[in-house]
């Protein structure tokens, strides 16, 4: 995506549900576009609206949601509104509606009742885009070629070890796990030394960071495209280990895929765990 | 394009990230950089700094980029100062709420001399016709 655009809701529409998400730029032209979607929107569905950042609803957005609400009622499904700050609440409250939609903590605790809410496998269509994204981050910002091995579950007392290490949590509303991108000395050194166009010879404070921002840009990747399957992740923030032949465990507990690359300056390893 | 004498701020919690912009600002000719690791000390530096362009990282500790825009925005002696932010996630809600706060170009890790270069022009473009509006 290069161009700037200007969405204010997006629709995800799911196996049986749908997810409205609303921003906070919220206006008259788009609520007009908005209006004429409705009936498709929420017709034999169930529907969820996302109010993540929204402070309030403008009255012709009220009635949009009032319109959905009824529909999704007329076929006996339901609406309900997640993440609801509290001066969403109380500009619901001063509309006298507060009582009318119901309001869940997120999409799992919207959908429970259904038993539609979405699960999530370690599946090549989870697994890819970090492949796709760490093979395209060496190459475009430290000219290497990586090239991804077999990748294969790890076995439940198998230890992996490497001397640095970067780990970002994998936080959304139906799932959680975690990345772990692990390097050995000489590897790590040759790409962050490609990186930063100065040869380095130890790990210390001045590319420590380098593991970490390697991870940021590989998850940041990879959740473009999930994101764009309506995992819903969330922005994390990586932390780096370091230490000779430190061992690693994944930060949820659940199945962990090992995707192991090499490069023309050595290996390393990618861990991808989801939480069950 | 900017003038390579251009006073350019780069902000970074990540100092391998700062490293690597500044080293890309050098190789497209810039050689007064400076840096700041979040965007509070950025504000700060910027308060004295007379910088004519400023590079930020989007998801940073203390404050991050995006309310470091809006205190740039919202300032009078600094509000037209060339903006482009640095983020690893360009998804299209992110990029509205960046739009809306007035940011003028977004470069989205990873990325190479050529892709800054491109977004570095556009920023130009940008301005230049905001500045003779």
């Given at each position: 995506?290069?161009?700037?655009?200007?969405?204010?809701?997006?629709?995800?529409?799911?196996?049986?549900?749908?997810?409205?998400?609303?921003?906070?730029?919220?206006?008259?032209?788009?609520?007009?576009?908005?209006?004429?979607?409705?009936?498709?929107?929420?017709?034999?569905?169930?529907?969820?609206?996302?109010?993540?950042?929204?402070?309030?609803?403008?009255?012709?957005?009220?009635?949009?949601?009032?319109?959905?609400?009824?529909?999704?009622?007329?076929?006996?499904?339901?609406?309900?509104?997640?993440?609801?700050?509290?001066?969403?609440?109380?500009?619901?409250?001063?509309?006298?509606?507060?009582?009318?939609?119901?309001?869940?903590?997120?999409?799992?605790?919207?959908?429970?009742?259904?038993?539609?809410?979405?699960?999530?496998?370690?599946?090549?269509?989870?697994?890819?885009?970090?492949?796709?994204?760490?093979?395209?981050?060496?190459?475009?910002?430290?000219?290497?070629?990586?090239?991804?091995?077999?990748?294969?579950?790890?076995?439940?007392?198998?230890?992996?070890?490497?001397?640095?290490?970067?780990?970002?949590?994998?936080?959304?509303?139906?799932?959680?796990?975690?990345?772990?991108?692990?390097?050995?000395?000489?590897?790590?050194?040759?790409v962050i030394s490609s990186m930063l166009g100065e040869e380095y010879t130890k790990i210390d404070q001045e590319?420590?960071?380098?593991?970490?921002?390697?991870?940021?840009?590989?998850?940041?990747?990879?959740?473009?495209?999930?994101?764009?399957?309506?995992?819903?992740?969330?922005?994390?923030?990586?932390?780096?280990?370091?230490?000779?032949?430190?061992?690693?465990?994944?930060?949820?507990?659940?199945?962990?895929?090992?995707?192991?690359?090499?490069?023309?300056?050595?290996?390393?390893?990618?861990?991808?765990?989801?939480?069950? | 394009?900017?003038?390579?004498?251009?006073?350019?701020?780069?902000?970074?919690?990540?100092?391998?990230?700062?490293?690597?912009?500044?080293?890309?600002?050098?190789?497209?000719?810039?050689?007064?950089?400076?840096?700041?690791?979040?965007?509070?000390?950025?504000?700060?530096?910027?308060?004295?700094?007379?910088?004519?362009?400023?590079?930020?990282?989007?998801?940073?500790?203390?404050?991050?980029?995006?309310?470091?825009?809006?205190?740039?925005?919202?300032?009078?002696?600094?509000?037209?100062?060339?903006?482009?932010?640095?983020?690893?996630?360009?998804?299209?809600?992110?990029?509205?709420?960046?739009?809306?706060?007035?940011?003028?170009?977004?470069?989205?890790?990873?990325?190479?001399?050529?892709?800054?270069?491109?977004?570095?022009?556009?920023?130009?473009?940008?301005?230049?016709?905001?500045?003779?509006?």
């Amino acid at each position: 995506m290069d161009s700037f655009v200007r969405p204010c809701y997006q629709v995800e529409k799911h196996e049986g549900y749908t997810v409205v998400k609303l921003e906070a730029s919220l206006d008259f032209t788009n609520c007009k576009v908005f209006e004429t979607q409705v009936e498709e929107i929420s017709s034999n569905v169930y529907v969820v609206v996302n109010c993540d950042s929204l402070p309030e609803l403008p009255k012709d957005w009220l009635r949009c949601l009032l319109k959905m609400h009824l529909n999704t009622k007329r076929d006996n499904k339901f609406l309900k509104l997640i993440h609801v700050n509290g001066m969403l609440q109380s500009c619901l409250k001063r509309e006298g509606i507060d009582t009318t939609f119901r309001v869940a903590k997120d999409l799992r605790d919207a959908l429970q009742e259904t038993g539609l809410a979405p699960k999530r496998t370690l599946d090549t269509e989870f697994i890819n885009p970090f492949l796709t994204a760490t093979v395209h981050v060496l190459k475009v910002q430290a000219q290497i070629e990586a090239t991804a091995g077999q990748i294969y579950m790890k076995k439940p007392r198998e230890v992996m070890t490497g001397d640095i290490s970067g780990v970002i949590g994998i936080i959304s509303d139906t799932f959680d796990g975690s990345v772990v991108i692990s390097f050995p000395e000489k590897t790590f050194l040759k790409v962050i030394s490609s990186m930063l166009g100065e040869e380095y010879t130890k790990i210390d404070q001045e590319i420590v960071d380098g593991a970490g921002e390697l991870t940021n840009m590989i998850f940041g990747q990879a959740k473009i495209v999930l994101n764009e399957k309506g995992y819903g992740i969330k922005t994390a923030i990586p932390s780096v280990i370091s230490g000779k032949d430190h061992s690693l465990s994944a930060l949820t507990k659940g199945p962990v895929v090992v995707v192991p690359f090499t490069t023309p300056h050595g290996k390393f390893f990618v861990e991808i765990c989801l939480s069950q | 394009m900017f003038d390579p004498k251009t006073k350019v701020l780069v902000v970074d919690d990540m100092l391998t990230m700062r490293k690597i912009v500044t080293k890309i600002l050098k190789e497209l000719g810039f050689s007064d950089i400076h840096e700041a690791q979040d965007g509070q000390e950025a504000w700060d530096k910027c308060q004295t700094g007379g910088f004519g362009l400023i590079i930020s990282d989007w998801n940073m500790p203390n404050c991050t980029g995006l309310e470091f825009l809006r205190r740039i925005r919202a300032d009078q002696k600094l509000a037209k100062t060339p903006f482009l932010l640095v983020t690893a996630e360009a998804e299209q809600s992110q990029v509205a709420e960046a739009i809306k706060c007035g940011v003028d170009q977004y470069v989205v890790k990873p990325f190479s001399k050529d892709a800054l270069k491109v977004k570095l022009e556009s920023t130009y473009k940008k301005v230049s016709v905001r500045l003779a509006a």
